[in-house]
């Protein structure tokens, strides 16, 4: 699962695992409106973990969350990173019901990635952060912490509608989630530079 704007126009999409190994993969369906993708491998892909979803609705504002993801990785590298914040909105911008809003730091680059409980579960798909230039311009401000993701919801509404089913065994841990975290690269480059 990733963001739509991530993959929207690649025409080849590779995956980088936290232990290196890189696989392409297609899109297999896709809601634009609320900016999920569903990916596919074109391959076999050995993994043994995966994230189960959990509803928003079991998570209060003021919950404690993990943003996981690949921050700003042309400037800070090809690494997993995390950041740790709280539930700050059910909510997105202008009472948006299919996002929320986490304190958590979100950077180009985390698009897609899971935000997840204190039990491991996804609740939420990183999106998008509120611009600093915009509200510098329109307010002479500088928003903090004001980040979003797509609701675990709409995510599960995909899935169902494509009848995806998970059979492997469930993360239990943040090193688990950390080492299932995925790396999605749709430029016209590869990861290792070459053109694609």
Same mark, same amino acid.
């Given at each position: 699962?990733?963001?739509?704007?991530? /993959?929207?126009?690649?025409? &080849?999409?590779?995956?980088?695992?936290?232990?290196?190994?890189?696989? #392409? +993969? =297609?899109?297999?369906?896709?809601?634009?409106?609320?900016?999920?993708?569903?990916?596919?491998?074109?391959?076999?892909?050995?993994?043994?973990?995966?994230?189960?979803l959990d509803s928003y609705k079991n998570n209060a504002i003021g919950s404690s969350i993990v943003v996981i993801?690949?921050?700003?990785?042309?400037?800070?590298?090809?690494?997993?990173?995390?950041?740790?914040? /709280?539930?700050?909105?059910? &909510?997105?911008?202008?009472?948006?019901?299919?996002?929320?809003?986490? #304190? +958590? =730091?979100?950077?180009?680059?985390?698009?897609?990635?899971?935000?997840?409980?204190?039990?491991?579960?996804?609740?939420?798909?990183?999106?998008?952060r509120l611009s600093d230039s915009y509200l510098l311009k329109i307010m002479d401000t500088v928003p903090q912490?004001?980040?979003?993701?797509?609701?675990?919801?709409?995510?599960?509404?995909?899935?169902?509608?494509?009848?995806?089913?998970?059979?492997?065994?469930?993360?239990?841990?943040?090193?688990?989630?950390?080492?299932?975290?995925?790396?999605?690269?749709?430029?016209?480059?590869?990861?290792?530079?070459?053109?694609?």
């Amino acid at each position: 699962i990733t963001n739509y704007h991530v /993959i929207k126009d690649a025409s &080849v999409i590779s995956i980088k695992m936290a232990n290196n190994s890189v696989f #392409s +993969a =297609s899109v297999t369906s896709y809601d634009e409106e609320n900016d999920i993708a569903v990916l596919k491998p074109n391959n076999i892909v050995k993994n043994t973990k995966w994230f189960e979803l959990d509803s928003y609705k079991n998570n209060a504002i003021g919950s404690s969350i993990v943003v996981i993801g690949y921050p700003l990785s042309s400037v800070l590298g090809a690494d997993v990173r995390v950041t740790q914040g /709280i539930i700050s909105s059910n &909510v997105g911008i202008q009472s948006d019901k299919s996002r929320f809003q986490i #304190s +958590a =730091s979100i950077q180009p680059g985390n698009s897609g990635g899971p935000i997840i409980n204190k039990n491991n579960l996804v609740v939420w798909i990183a999106s998008s952060r509120l611009s600093d230039s915009y509200l510098l311009k329109i307010m002479d401000t500088v928003p903090q912490n004001i980040n979003f993701g797509v609701k675990s919801d709409k995510v599960l509404n995909i899935l169902k509608k494509n009848k995806v089913k998970n059979t492997r065994t469930r993360i239990t841990s943040l090193e688990d989630a950390i080492k299932a975290t995925v790396l999605v690269n749709a430029s016209s480059k590869d990861f290792n530079g070459m053109e694609i």
